[in-house]
């Protein structure tokens, strides 16, 4: 049933980007494709400047980086001098359902770290990434700091079980989550999850939006925002049952990141493994990623690493809060600017 509620949804959104609710994403070509995931380049081969590759966050379409040209995040890393490419996860059929971190957080990323270097022809790019996007992307960098010259972790979770997390907190009372799979089948459709989600959340995934659309009917601007990640919202798509339980069970229930004891591609890795430079960006106002997820993983930072703490404050427009690192005018406006600053460094 859940599967074909993601049909519908998807169908809902292209009936909306006929009555005008499209994107505004900027012009990109595909430079590979692997089992699982393809890869964009936003810039020409031939360009210059710091090579940034984005790492989308699972079941949701990664055009929330481009939404619109006036809070596009590849847009000012273009204005900015920056190459960015962008890992985009495609739907999994009933073949990938056996994908788990080991791909979504080392083999995959360690295949378009790779097709970005060869299409820039550069040395190890940055990697930035929004919510579990950003989680996946600190994984690959303690697994293979040599190829990684840096992190922007936008309201990413490294930490888990802190106690106003609302996701781990709801995680933590239930006695297993293999029933999620054997009720909503598996690959674990996106709207399960949504649903899930909400039921964990109701005041952020449910309240935010409310509040969201009242703010913003005297902005032009930020209803127009507002519009259109309801629409993104109706793209979310499935993730492999073995990736929903390994990000369920040894991250939120177990926290094995952040303890030092999370086992990828038969490697033990943990925060602490991380190095060299990196942009963490705190959201006080999101809900969903408390500070602290962020800040008590890098108090465990070695001093080899270089680490900068940005705010986010809240703005009329991203529908959650929890989006306003990407697209809130406000963050394009004050935070975008250091973290190109802090990228072209």
């Not at 690959?187 to 109701?202: E, Q, Y």
């Not at 969201?212 to 798509?237: C, G, K, N, Q």
């Not at 591609?265 to 060299?276: D, F, H, N, Q, Y």
């Not at 990407?326 to 975008?336: C, D, E, N, Q, S």
Request: net charge neutral; with cysteine; glycine share 8%.
């Amino acid at each position: 049933m859940f599967e074909l509620v993601d049909e519908v949804r998807r169908h809902s959104g292209r009936l909306l980007d006929l009555a005008g609710l499209r994107t505004g994403e900027a012009p990109h070509r595909p430079i590979a494709g692997f089992k699982g995931a393809r890869v964009h380049a936003y810039a020409p081969a031939n360009a210059g400047g710091p090579v940034l590759l984005i790492i989308a966050a699972p079941f949701k379409r990664p055009y929330i980086w481009d939404l619109l040209p006036a809070v596009s995040v590849v847009r000012r890393c273009l204005e900015g001098g920056i190459r960015p490419y962008l890992l985009e996860w495609t739907i999994p059929g009933r073949d990938e359902d056996q994908l788990g971190l080991d791909d979504y957080a080392d083999r995959l990323i360690g295949a378009a770290v790779e097709a970005a270097r060869a299409d820039a022809r550069s040395a190890a790019p940055l990697l930035a990434g929004h919510s579990l996007g950003g989680t996946l992307a600190a994984i690959f960098a303690s697994l293979h700091p040599d190829q990684v010259a840096g992190l922007v972790l936008l309201d990413a979770p490294l930490g888990f079980g802190e106690p106003d997390d609302p996701l781990s907190r709801a995680i933590a009372t239930l006695p297993s989550w293999h029933w999620v799979r054997d009720m909503f089948g598996s690959p674990v459709p996106g709207s399960a999850i949504n649903l899930l989600c909400s039921l964990a959340a109701p005041d952020i995934f449910m309240g935010h939006p409310v509040s969201d659309y009242l703010s913003s009917l005297s902005d032009p601007l930020a209803m127009a925002i507002h519009l259109r990640v309801r629409r993104w919202t109706l793209d979310e798509f499935p993730i492999p049952g073995r990736l929903f339980d390994e990000i369920v069970e040894s991250l939120y229930r177990e926290d094995r990141f952040l303890r030092g004891c999370l086992d990828i591609s038969a490697k033990r890795t943990g925060v602490e493994r991380l190095r060299g430079r990196l942009l963490a960006v705190v959201n006080p106002t999101g809900g969903i990623v408390p500070p602290n997820s962020m800040l008590s993983a890098l108090d465990r930072l070695s001093p080899q690493v270089a680490a900068n703490v940005l705010a986010c404050q809240s703005d009329r427009g991203p529908l959650l809060q929890h989006l306003a690192p990407l697209i809130a005018p406000a963050a394009h406006r004050l935070l975008w600017p250091e973290i190109i600053r802090w990228i072209r460094w």
